[in-house]
């Protein structure tokens, strides 16, 4: 630190005044302050030098985050709805053909299981059946480093959420079509209460859904997945085996996790703008 | 007080969201801004929202900028403790550096400001506060000048600066820091309102009561002395 004192650090002279009416001093209470602010100039501060800043400033710089110049660029010339569709569309070649097929038979099988009345509790197939198309989206949508396709994925033009909220259109929307045939076959086929049986598939869906994203943002994210569904199944186990009434089984309360689904997928994009940084793989 | 070093890696490497972590780079190059001559210098607000894209140049203009001005309130509003003040710039400039909710286009200055006057708030609550006084040896020292002064002048001079500095200690955080803010920084009425988040009108009225009890503890210092 440069022992020099520092130049005056306000003008003593009109601009004084000038504060002091622009506060509401009246002119008679300026004239008893002014010579006590005045005074304030005689107590000053030692400077830094231009070492110190530059020490500063080198300790500073090591806390920012990487430039990211290439994604600025697309940024500013990237923005809205085409975009984000373009995304969709590239993402959709990343998710295998055994994606599609094995979402579509999980489907068919709790369609066929519901309509043969197999089961007592028809919706209880659903409510399984659902959160499985969420697990198997997910991990397909999501891979980890295991998949060994990070090179690949580190080159892609659009941000991370971009690319999160194009999987999720993509995985989810094919899930939401799914449940629309499953409910027309439910209806083709006789079924009472078509709304309540299909909301009871695509709810559980949303709510294991939007916890397995949560999850994987902490923990890997096979485990994040199969904890989420695990979960679920805990909590049909639970209510199955205590021969308690499913707490949700009423279409209002099913509606509501879904809504809890889709507010934790919320939550887990917004959390993924500051996580970037953190999860960078030479963070 | 010890740099804050960068916070380690959470180690969950399979997490889903290294899937679309797209840019890596050395992050050492600085780019983006370039003054040149004649252009227009840019403002505290953009430098800002360039250096939260890892512009370093921008960082380094808005903390060259922003480091001389900033000490000198902290060390007053430490009373005059230099190696806190360093540590408080330092722990204010962390903290805007590592922020990630800057809003483009927000006030600057005054949210800068509100750091560092609720650190420095912090740091007077800790039990060891302001332990260190502006009559140590050791900070008399340092504050000796380089020329131009006598011993006797310089003394003086010190003197007279410790009786401001009392002074100002001895009205009361509050006070202390709009006073600060008003006539050592030339805080404009709103950005310490903005600063401090309270009323224009609590402002005013500080600065009236503030500069009252000033003048009046400069007075009696004054009738003290002779």
């Known amino acids: ?283 | 007080m010890p740099a804050r070093l960068r916070e380690p890696n959470s180690g969950s490497g399979a997490n889903l969201f290294h899937l679309a972590l797209v840019e890596g780079g050395d992050g050492a190059r600085p780019s983006g801004w370039v003054p040149s001559a004649g252009m227009q210098e840019p403002s505290d607000e953009d430098l800002m929202a360039m250096a939260m894209t890892g512009d370093h140049r921008a960082l380094s203009t808005l903390v060259t900028r922003h480091h001389r001005p900033l000490f000198a309130y902290l060390y007053r509003l430490t009373g005059g403790d230099q190696p806190q003040a360093e540590d408080l710039v330092q722990e204010t400039l962390l903290r805007v550096v590592r922020q990630r909710t800057y809003q483009p286009g927000r006030p600057f200055r005054p949210w800068l400001y509100a750091i560092a006057t609720n650190l420095a708030r912090d740091h007077f609550a800790s039990a060891a506060a302001r332990h260190a006084t502006p009559g140590d040896a050791d900070a008399l020292l340092r504050r000796l000048p380089d020329g131009g002064q006598g011993p006797e002048e310089w003394a003086l001079t010190r003197e007279r600066g410790d009786e401001v500095r009392a002074a100002l200690d001895g009205l009361g955080d509050e006070y202390r820091v709009v006073l600060l803010l008003r006539y050592y920084q030339e805080f404009s009425l709103q950005e310490i309102a903005d600063a401090l988040q309270i009323p224009l009108g609590t402002v005013k009225s500080r600065l009236s009561v503030g500069g009252g009890r000033l003048r009046r503890a400069l007075d009696s210092v004054q009738r003290g002395v002779t």
């Open chain 1, 1 to 283: 630190m440069a022992p020099p004192p520092s130049p005056p650090p306000f003008d003593p002279s009109q601009r004084l005044v000038d504060s002091l009416r622009e506060q509401g001093t009246s002119p008679e209470e300026s004239e008893e302050l002014l010579p006590a602010l005045l005074r304030l100039d005689e107590w000053r501060a030692p400077e830094p030098s231009a070492a110190d800043t530059l020490r500063l400033i080198a300790r500073l710089t090591a806390q920012l985050p990487a430039r990211f110049e290439v994604r600025e660029a697309i940024r500013k010339h990237s923005r809205g709805l085409g975009v984000l569709l373009a995304t969709g569309g590239a993402q959709v070649s990343l998710l295998g053909i055994r994606f599609w097929l094995v979402s579509a038979l999980v489907t068919l099988a709790g369609a066929i299981v519901v309509l043969s009345r197999l089961l007592p509790d028809e919706a209880l197939v659903l409510r399984i059946g659902g959160p499985l198309l969420a697990y198997l989206g997910t991990a397909a949508a999501f891979r980890g480093r295991g998949a060994r396709v990070l090179e690949l994925e580190f080159t892609c033009l659009p941000s991370p959420v971009q690319i999160v909220l194009a999987r999720l259109v993509i995985v989810l929307g094919y899930d939401v079509v799914l449940a629309l045939g499953l409910g027309l076959v439910l209806w083709a086929g006789g079924s009472a209460q078509v709304l309540a049986l299909t909301l009871s598939w695509l709810m559980p869906l949303l709510l294991v859904a939007g916890l397995a994203l949560v999850l994987s943002l902490r923990l890997p994210l096979q485990t994040g997945v199969s904890l989420a569904y695990a979960s679920w199944l805990g909590f049909l186990g639970v209510t199955a085996v205590g021969s308690m009434p499913s707490p949700i089984s009423a279409p209002v309360l099913l509606a509501f996790a879904g809504a809890v689904g889709v507010a934790l997928m919320t939550i887990a994009l917004a959390r993924l703008r500051g996580e970037v940084q953190r999860l960078l793989p030479h963070g």
